[in-house]
């Protein structure tokens, strides 16, 4: 069965500090793994994806995902932390078909950003 | 582009009462549509989703329901609400086909049980 653990339910970094927020995962089947971040009050959006190819994926604001068979991860990080990246991270692993693809999502973990 | 509404952004009902919440796609054609509830201190549970016009399925049994009368246009029911039932309900679409996994999420809606 497919499943999704992050590592910490509050990371807490100062502006300009790396931001790494571990997940990790199990899968019978080649994964395609996600994060999805979600500010206060609103929707989940998709930050990036790892389906097949490069292990290393580029997202958006800066962000960045290595996937890792050997040690079943996908943590997420960023250079240097923002102010405006506070807000909750969601890692997800996806089965299925293409037509009926189930998503599962990791129970999140909140980055507080300090100046 | 595509757009995903929902409404309303927030609402406060007590227990018994009914619920209906609504969400709209706009800007694509036959998506797969998403309930997904998200309780305080949780992550994200799939409550139903559905590939087409009247094709649900749930994923957890409950008092809710689903319906699909529309191609871009799912809804979220209750004949009467549990305070359990309180949480963050969010609608999300994805393209058949394409970008397995992903999901393109609307801005929610706030439930409050009394």
């Known amino acids: 069965a497919q499943s999704v653990t992050q590592l910490g339910s509050h990371v807490s970094v100062s502006e300009g500090a790396l931001v790494l927020l571990r997940c990790n995962y199990s899968s019978s089947v080649p994964p395609y793994l996600f994060w999805y971040v979600q500010y206060p009050n609103q929707g989940l959006q998709l930050l990036l994806k790892y389906t097949t190819g490069a292990t290393l994926v580029k997202g958006i604001n800066g962000f960045e995902a290595e996937f890792k068979k050997s040690e079943t991860s996908f943590h997420l990080t960023k250079p240097s932390a923002h102010m405006s990246d506070a807000a909750e991270y969601f890692c997800?692993?996806?089965?299925?078909?293409?037509?009926?693809?189930?998503?599962?999502f990791g129970t999140g973990t909140r980055l507080q950003v300090f100046p | 582009s595509q757009t995903i509404h929902q409404w309303p952004a927030t609402l406060v009902q007590p227990v018994g009462s009914p619920l209906s919440l609504e969400c709209t796609v706009e800007?694509?054609?036959?998506?797969?549509l998403y309930w997904y509830r998200q309780a305080a201190g949780r992550g994200l549970q799939l409550l139903f989703y559905s590939v087409g016009i009247g094709q649900i399925s749930s994923e957890v049994p409950q008092n809710l329901s689903a319906s699909r009368p529309q191609d871009r246009q799912f809804i979220l029911s209750s004949k009467k609400l549990l305070l359990s039932d309180s949480g963050f309900y969010l609608c999300?679409?994805?393209?058949?086909?394409?970008?397995?996994?992903?999901?393109?999420f609307g801005p929610g809606t706030r439930l409050t049980v009394l």
């Open positions: 800007g694509t054609s036959n998506p797969n």
């Open positions: 997800a692993v996806s089965y299925g078909s293409y037509n009926t693809d189930k998503l599962i």
């Open positions: 999300a679409w994805s393209v058949r086909d394409v970008w397995r996994g992903a999901r393109f």
